[in-house]
Protein backbone atom coordinates (compact mmCIF):
# COMPACT_ATOMS: atom_id res chain seq x y z
CA UNK A 1 0.00 0.00 0.00
CA UNK A 2 1.36 3.51 -1.05
CA UNK A 3 2.55 5.56 1.99
CA UNK A 4 0.70 8.88 2.31
CA UNK A 5 1.24 11.89 4.33
CA UNK A 6 -1.30 15.27 4.85
CA UNK A 7 0.35 18.36 4.77
CA UNK A 8 -2.07 21.04 6.02
CA UNK A 9 -1.42 24.67 4.83
CA UNK A 10 -2.62 26.96 8.79
CA UNK A 11 0.10 29.92 8.58
CA UNK A 12 -2.00 32.65 7.01
CA UNK A 13 -3.85 35.18 9.54
CA UNK A 14 -7.43 34.60 8.47
CA UNK A 15 -8.20 38.79 8.63
CA UNK A 16 -11.15 38.97 6.05
CA UNK A 17 -13.17 37.21 8.55
CA UNK A 18 -13.28 40.43 10.59
CA UNK A 19 -12.66 38.24 13.62
CA UNK A 20 -9.86 38.55 15.73
CA UNK A 21 -7.57 36.05 15.80
CA UNK A 22 -6.88 33.82 12.80
CA UNK A 23 -9.76 32.18 11.49
CA UNK A 24 -8.08 28.78 11.46
CA UNK A 25 -8.55 28.59 15.67
CA UNK A 26 -11.95 29.81 15.51
CA UNK A 27 -14.25 27.18 16.81
CA UNK A 28 -16.73 25.49 13.92
CA UNK A 29 -19.45 23.58 14.90
CA UNK A 30 -17.97 23.13 18.76
CA UNK A 31 -14.27 22.48 17.30
CA UNK A 32 -11.46 24.33 16.06
CA UNK A 33 -11.72 24.86 12.55
CA UNK A 34 -8.63 23.49 12.21
CA UNK A 35 -8.70 20.34 14.24
CA UNK A 36 -11.97 19.59 12.18
CA UNK A 37 -9.70 19.50 8.99
CA UNK A 38 -7.51 17.62 10.74
CA UNK A 39 -9.84 15.00 11.98
CA UNK A 40 -11.23 15.01 7.95
CA UNK A 41 -7.89 12.87 7.20
CA UNK A 42 -7.91 10.69 10.13
CA UNK A 43 -5.81 7.67 9.36
CA UNK A 44 -3.06 9.56 7.63
CA UNK A 45 0.16 11.29 9.34
CA UNK A 46 -1.06 14.74 9.26
CA UNK A 47 1.43 17.72 9.99
CA UNK A 48 0.07 21.07 10.46
CA UNK A 49 2.26 24.38 8.76
CA UNK A 50 1.59 27.04 11.19
CA UNK A 51 2.51 30.78 11.03
CA UNK A 52 4.68 32.88 13.67
CA UNK A 53 3.33 33.15 16.94
CA UNK A 54 0.95 30.48 16.70
CA UNK A 55 2.14 27.69 18.60
CA UNK A 56 -0.35 28.02 21.74
CA UNK A 57 -3.45 28.33 19.37
CA UNK A 58 -2.03 25.20 17.58
CA UNK A 59 -1.75 23.25 20.99
CA UNK A 60 -4.84 24.39 22.07
CA UNK A 61 -6.69 23.32 18.67
CA UNK A 62 -4.59 19.97 18.01
CA UNK A 63 -4.57 18.63 21.56
CA UNK A 64 -1.43 17.27 23.44
CA UNK A 65 -0.89 13.93 21.04
CA UNK A 66 -1.09 15.62 17.42
CA UNK A 67 2.78 15.82 15.69
CA UNK A 68 4.82 18.71 15.76
CA UNK A 69 3.76 21.79 14.08
CA UNK A 70 6.40 23.34 11.20
CA UNK A 71 6.97 26.91 11.00
CA UNK A 72 5.41 28.59 7.42
CA UNK A 73 6.86 31.21 5.67
CA UNK A 74 5.69 34.36 4.25
CA UNK A 75 3.56 33.49 1.15
CA UNK A 76 1.45 30.51 0.89
CA UNK A 77 4.06 28.56 -1.65
CA UNK A 78 6.57 29.32 0.91
CA UNK A 79 4.68 27.69 3.54
CA UNK A 80 4.36 24.74 1.64
CA UNK A 81 7.72 24.07 0.43
CA UNK A 82 8.80 24.25 4.71
CA UNK A 83 5.87 21.47 5.17
CA UNK A 84 7.41 19.15 2.48
CA UNK A 85 11.08 19.83 3.44
CA UNK A 86 10.03 18.37 6.98
CA UNK A 87 8.65 15.79 5.38
CA UNK A 88 11.72 14.73 3.87
CA UNK A 89 13.35 12.15 6.44
CA UNK A 90 10.53 9.72 6.08
CA UNK A 91 9.56 10.62 2.94
CA UNK A 92 5.84 9.14 2.10
CA UNK A 93 5.42 7.97 -1.58
CA UNK A 94 2.62 10.73 -2.26
CA UNK A 95 1.77 13.60 -0.25
CA UNK A 96 -1.97 15.71 -0.12
CA UNK A 97 -1.80 19.44 0.15
CA UNK A 98 -4.79 20.62 1.58
CA UNK A 99 -5.75 24.41 3.44
CA UNK A 100 -6.63 24.49 7.00
CA UNK A 101 -9.98 26.61 5.61
CA UNK A 102 -11.59 24.04 4.27
CA UNK A 103 -12.86 21.93 6.75
CA UNK A 104 -15.55 20.50 5.03
CA UNK A 105 -13.83 17.81 3.07
CA UNK A 106 -15.12 14.81 2.28
CA UNK A 107 -13.80 11.44 2.42
CA UNK A 108 -14.90 10.79 -1.09
CA UNK A 109 -13.19 13.65 -2.48
CA UNK A 110 -9.76 12.45 -0.75
CA UNK A 111 -10.15 9.08 -2.07
CA UNK A 112 -11.08 10.39 -5.40
CA UNK A 113 -7.36 12.53 -5.24
CA UNK A 114 -5.79 8.92 -3.57
CA UNK A 115 -7.15 6.96 -6.75
CA UNK A 116 -6.01 9.13 -9.39
CA UNK A 117 -2.36 8.91 -7.34
CA UNK A 118 -2.70 5.67 -7.29
CA UNK A 119 -3.73 4.86 -10.61
CA UNK A 120 -0.39 6.85 -12.15
CA UNK A 121 -0.91 10.60 -12.10
CA UNK A 122 1.78 13.09 -11.47
CA UNK A 123 -0.93 15.19 -9.67
CA UNK A 124 -4.42 15.69 -9.05
CA UNK A 125 -7.01 17.96 -7.61
CA UNK A 126 -10.63 18.34 -7.07
CA UNK A 127 -12.19 20.79 -9.57
CA UNK A 128 -15.24 21.66 -9.75
CA UNK A 129 -16.68 23.54 -13.36
CA UNK A 130 -17.87 27.17 -13.41
CA UNK A 131 -21.82 27.42 -13.35
CA UNK A 132 -22.24 31.57 -12.92
CA UNK A 133 -22.61 33.65 -16.08
CA UNK A 134 -19.29 35.78 -15.75
CA UNK A 135 -18.78 39.06 -16.55
CA UNK A 136 -15.75 41.41 -16.71
CA UNK A 137 -16.22 45.02 -17.53
CA UNK A 138 -14.74 47.09 -20.61
CA UNK A 139 -15.06 50.49 -21.06
CA UNK A 140 -18.45 51.06 -18.56
CA UNK A 141 -20.11 48.15 -20.20
CA UNK A 142 -19.86 44.59 -18.94
CA UNK A 143 -18.85 41.89 -21.12
CA UNK A 144 -19.68 38.32 -21.07
CA UNK A 145 -17.05 35.71 -20.37
CA UNK A 146 -17.15 32.07 -22.07
CA UNK A 147 -17.18 30.06 -18.98
CA UNK A 148 -16.56 26.91 -20.97
CA UNK A 149 -13.27 25.32 -20.13
CA UNK A 150 -13.52 27.32 -16.72
CA UNK A 151 -13.28 25.43 -13.42
CA UNK A 152 -12.75 25.91 -9.83
CA UNK A 153 -9.93 24.70 -8.48
CA UNK A 154 -10.26 22.68 -4.41
CA UNK A 155 -7.88 20.88 -1.84
CA UNK A 156 -6.89 18.56 -1.35
CA UNK A 157 -4.28 18.46 -4.08
CA UNK A 158 -2.34 14.65 -4.19
CA UNK A 159 1.15 15.09 -6.06
CA UNK A 160 4.03 11.94 -6.15
CA UNK A 161 6.12 13.79 -2.87
CA UNK A 162 9.29 13.33 -4.99
CA UNK A 163 7.90 15.58 -7.77
CA UNK A 164 5.94 18.38 -6.26
CA UNK A 165 9.45 18.36 -3.38
CA UNK A 166 11.46 19.21 -6.54
CA UNK A 167 8.80 21.62 -8.26
CA UNK A 168 8.91 23.61 -4.81
CA UNK A 169 12.31 23.72 -4.71
CA UNK A 170 13.23 24.78 -8.25
CA UNK A 171 10.08 27.27 -8.71
CA UNK A 172 10.80 29.77 -5.27
CA UNK A 173 10.85 32.71 -6.96
CA UNK A 174 7.59 32.30 -8.97
CA UNK A 175 4.40 33.85 -7.63
CA UNK A 176 1.81 31.03 -7.50
CA UNK A 177 -1.74 30.48 -6.16
CA UNK A 178 -1.65 26.66 -5.58
CA UNK A 179 0.20 24.28 -5.99
CA UNK A 180 -1.63 22.80 -9.15
CA UNK A 181 0.81 26.25 -10.73
CA UNK A 182 4.06 24.67 -9.31
CA UNK A 183 3.76 21.61 -10.70
CA UNK A 184 2.76 22.96 -14.03
CA UNK A 185 5.78 25.26 -13.86
CA UNK A 186 7.55 21.89 -13.15
CA UNK A 187 5.79 19.90 -16.19
CA UNK A 188 4.06 17.84 -14.29
CA UNK A 189 0.23 16.74 -15.87
CA UNK A 190 -2.52 17.15 -13.17
CA UNK A 191 -5.61 15.06 -13.54
CA UNK A 192 -8.51 16.19 -12.34
CA UNK A 193 -10.99 14.21 -10.09
CA UNK A 194 -14.88 15.80 -8.91
CA UNK A 195 -14.96 18.00 -6.27
CA UNK A 196 -17.88 19.16 -3.97
CA UNK A 197 -19.43 22.70 -3.58
CA UNK A 198 -19.74 21.32 0.51
CA UNK A 199 -15.63 22.13 0.17
CA UNK A 200 -15.95 25.52 0.63
CA UNK A 201 -13.36 27.96 1.89
CA UNK A 202 -14.18 29.12 4.63
CA UNK A 203 -13.23 33.45 3.97
CA UNK A 204 -15.49 35.30 5.20
CA UNK A 205 -17.82 35.45 8.48
CA UNK A 206 -21.14 34.35 6.01
CA UNK A 207 -18.84 31.85 5.23
CA UNK A 208 -18.61 30.64 8.61
CA UNK A 209 -22.21 30.67 9.05
CA UNK A 210 -22.82 28.52 5.32
CA UNK A 211 -20.14 26.12 7.28
CA UNK A 212 -21.95 25.83 10.66
CA UNK A 213 -25.37 25.36 8.06
CA UNK A 214 -23.85 22.84 6.35
CA UNK A 215 -22.27 20.87 9.19
CA UNK A 216 -26.16 20.80 10.31
CA UNK A 217 -26.44 17.21 11.27
CA UNK A 218 -27.86 16.55 14.81
CA UNK A 219 -27.45 16.88 17.88
CA UNK A 220 -27.17 14.27 21.22
CA UNK A 221 -27.16 13.64 24.58
CA UNK A 222 -26.87 11.07 27.20
CA UNK A 223 -25.65 10.48 30.57
CA UNK A 224 -23.14 8.56 32.59
CA UNK A 225 -23.19 7.34 36.25
CA UNK A 226 -20.24 5.46 38.32
CA UNK A 227 -20.11 4.51 42.46
CA UNK A 228 -16.95 3.26 43.93
CA UNK A 229 -16.36 2.47 47.68
CA UNK A 230 -14.15 4.18 49.96
CA UNK A 231 -10.58 1.94 50.88
CA UNK A 232 -7.46 2.77 53.01
CA UNK A 233 -5.89 5.49 51.12
CA UNK A 234 -4.68 8.96 51.60
CA UNK A 235 -6.30 10.75 48.85
CA UNK A 236 -8.91 10.41 46.05
CA UNK A 237 -8.89 11.24 41.93
CA UNK A 238 -12.16 13.36 40.91
CA UNK A 239 -12.56 14.56 37.76
CA UNK A 240 -8.87 13.98 36.87
CA UNK A 241 -7.82 16.34 39.92
CA UNK A 242 -5.94 14.62 42.92
CA UNK A 243 -7.35 15.49 46.28
CA UNK A 244 -6.22 14.34 49.86
CA UNK A 245 -8.64 12.31 51.76
CA UNK A 246 -8.49 10.43 54.60
CA UNK A 247 -9.41 7.43 52.22
CA UNK A 248 -9.10 5.88 49.01
CA UNK A 249 -11.07 4.64 46.33
CA UNK A 250 -11.54 0.99 45.13
CA UNK A 251 -11.17 0.54 41.62
CA UNK A 252 -9.16 -1.52 39.10
CA UNK A 253 -8.16 1.84 37.73
CA UNK A 254 -7.53 4.96 39.25
CA UNK A 255 -11.11 4.88 40.79
CA UNK A 256 -11.92 8.10 39.40
CA UNK A 257 -15.40 8.16 39.01
CA UNK A 258 -16.39 11.88 37.46
CA UNK A 259 -14.31 11.25 34.13
CA UNK A 260 -15.88 7.23 34.39
CA UNK A 261 -19.23 8.95 34.45
CA UNK A 262 -18.18 11.41 31.92
CA UNK A 263 -16.45 8.62 29.77
CA UNK A 264 -20.11 6.27 29.69
CA UNK A 265 -21.97 9.60 28.77
CA UNK A 266 -19.42 10.62 25.66
CA UNK A 267 -20.13 6.81 24.46
CA UNK A 268 -23.63 7.16 25.31
CA UNK A 269 -23.52 9.78 22.65
CA UNK A 270 -22.36 7.66 19.80
CA UNK A 271 -23.78 4.60 20.18
CA UNK A 272 -20.68 3.35 21.50
CA UNK A 273 -21.17 0.79 24.59
CA UNK A 274 -19.91 1.44 28.09
CA UNK A 275 -15.95 1.93 29.43
CA UNK A 276 -16.11 -1.46 30.87
CA UNK A 277 -16.54 -3.09 26.73
CA UNK A 278 -13.71 -0.53 26.17
CA UNK A 279 -11.56 -1.04 28.76
CA UNK A 280 -12.52 -4.41 30.94
CA UNK A 281 -11.20 -4.73 34.63
CA UNK A 282 -10.00 -7.82 34.02
CA UNK A 283 -7.63 -6.66 31.73
CA UNK A 284 -4.25 -5.99 33.53
CA UNK A 285 -3.24 -3.19 31.18
CA UNK A 286 -5.92 -1.22 33.19
CA UNK A 287 -4.68 -2.00 36.70
CA UNK A 288 -4.26 1.86 38.28
CA UNK A 289 -4.14 3.50 34.43
CA UNK A 290 -5.32 7.29 35.06
CA UNK A 291 -8.91 7.42 33.96
CA UNK A 292 -8.11 10.63 31.84
CA UNK A 293 -6.91 8.13 28.87
CA UNK A 294 -10.31 6.42 29.29
CA UNK A 295 -12.00 10.02 28.53
CA UNK A 296 -9.60 10.37 26.05
CA UNK A 297 -10.36 7.29 23.91
CA UNK A 298 -14.45 7.93 23.91
CA UNK A 299 -13.07 11.56 22.51
CA UNK A 300 -11.24 10.23 20.02
CA UNK A 301 -13.88 7.77 18.84
CA UNK A 302 -16.24 10.98 18.51
CA UNK A 303 -13.84 13.16 16.24
CA UNK A 304 -13.62 9.73 14.11
CA UNK A 305 -17.33 10.04 13.60
CA UNK A 306 -16.62 13.98 12.37
CA UNK A 307 -18.06 14.77 15.76
CA UNK A 308 -17.68 17.21 18.97
CA UNK A 309 -18.29 17.23 22.04
CA UNK A 310 -19.90 20.63 22.90
CA UNK A 311 -20.75 20.67 26.30
CA UNK A 312 -20.60 18.77 29.51
CA UNK A 313 -21.55 18.70 33.14
CA UNK A 314 -20.43 16.63 35.60
CA UNK A 315 -22.14 15.87 39.35
CA UNK A 316 -20.31 14.54 42.73
CA UNK A 317 -22.27 12.89 45.24
CA UNK A 318 -20.58 12.71 48.55
CA UNK A 319 -20.33 13.76 52.04
CA UNK A 320 -16.56 13.97 52.21
CA UNK A 321 -14.53 15.29 50.66
CA UNK A 322 -15.35 18.61 49.87
CA UNK A 323 -15.42 19.83 45.63
CA UNK A 324 -16.04 22.89 46.16
CA UNK A 325 -12.13 23.89 46.51
CA UNK A 326 -11.16 21.99 43.69
CA UNK A 327 -14.01 22.61 41.27
CA UNK A 328 -11.87 25.26 39.05
CA UNK A 329 -9.18 22.67 38.91
CA UNK A 330 -10.97 19.81 37.94
CA UNK A 331 -13.13 22.07 34.96
CA UNK A 332 -9.85 23.11 33.89
CA UNK A 333 -8.26 19.84 33.42
CA UNK A 334 -11.84 17.76 31.73
CA UNK A 335 -11.69 20.99 29.49
CA UNK A 336 -7.80 20.49 28.52
CA UNK A 337 -8.21 16.33 27.98
CA UNK A 338 -11.76 17.32 25.83
CA UNK A 339 -10.02 20.48 24.39
CA UNK A 340 -12.98 22.43 25.07
CA UNK A 341 -13.14 26.06 26.62
CA UNK A 342 -13.89 25.91 30.10
CA UNK A 343 -17.13 27.54 29.97
CA UNK A 344 -18.48 24.62 28.34
CA UNK A 345 -17.75 22.39 31.55
CA UNK A 346 -19.63 22.38 34.43
CA UNK A 347 -18.86 20.36 37.58
CA UNK A 348 -21.02 20.41 40.89
CA UNK A 349 -21.73 18.65 43.80
CA UNK A 350 -24.57 17.46 45.93
CA UNK A 351 -25.00 15.39 48.79
CA UNK A 352 -27.36 12.99 50.11
CA UNK A 353 -28.23 14.34 53.36
CA UNK A 354 -27.03 11.31 55.51
CA UNK A 355 -28.73 9.01 53.29
CA UNK A 356 -27.62 5.63 51.11
CA UNK A 357 -23.95 4.61 51.01
CA UNK A 358 -22.73 8.13 50.28
CA UNK A 359 -24.60 9.24 53.19
CA UNK A 360 -23.00 6.84 55.35
CA UNK A 361 -19.56 7.79 53.89
CA UNK A 362 -19.34 4.41 52.56
CA UNK A 363 -18.43 5.40 48.94
CA UNK A 364 -19.08 8.44 46.67
CA UNK A 365 -20.86 8.19 42.97
CA UNK A 366 -20.80 10.83 40.34
CA UNK A 367 -23.40 11.09 37.54
CA UNK A 368 -22.63 12.98 33.98
CA UNK A 369 -24.25 14.56 30.85
CA UNK A 370 -22.70 14.86 27.58
CA UNK A 371 -23.87 17.07 24.50
CA UNK A 372 -22.05 15.67 21.16
CA UNK A 373 -22.73 17.05 17.56
CA UNK A 374 -22.47 14.77 15.00
CA UNK A 375 -22.53 15.94 11.28
CA UNK A 376 -24.96 14.54 9.38
CA UNK A 377 -22.91 14.98 6.12
CA UNK A 378 -20.04 13.45 7.40
CA UNK A 379 -18.88 9.78 6.29
CA UNK A 380 -18.01 6.94 8.62
CA UNK A 381 -14.37 7.20 9.08
CA UNK A 382 -11.78 4.50 8.78
CA UNK A 383 -8.48 3.32 9.65
CA UNK A 384 -4.79 3.42 7.63
Known amino acids: MSRIAVLIV ?9 RTGPKQYEPLGGLPMLRRTADAFHGWPVRVVIGPGQDALYRTAMGENALPPVAGGTRRQDSVRLGLEA ?67 QTPQGFRFA ?31 AGEEDNLKVTTEKDFA ?23 GDHVWLCGVKLPHDHGLEGHSDADAGLHA ?22 DRWKGAPSWKFLDHAHRLVRQKGGAVLHCDVTLICERPKIGPHREAMRARIAEILSLDI ?7 TTTEGMGYTGRREGLAAQ ?13 VGHR
Not at 87 to 101: G, K, N, Q, R, S
Not at 273 to 278: E, P
Not at 368 to 380: I, Y
Open 87 to 153: LVTDAPDFVLIHDAARPLVSRAIIERVIAALEAGAAGAVPMLAVADTLRRQEDGQWVTVPREGLWRA
Open 163 to 193: DILKAHRDHQAADATDDVAIAGLAGLAVEAV
Open 210 to 232: LAERLLGGETRSAMGYDAHRFTE
Open 343 to 349: DRVSVKA
Open 262 to 283: LTDAILGCISAGDIGQHFPPTD
Open 10 to 18: AAGKGERTG
Open 368 to 380: AVATVSLPSRCEA
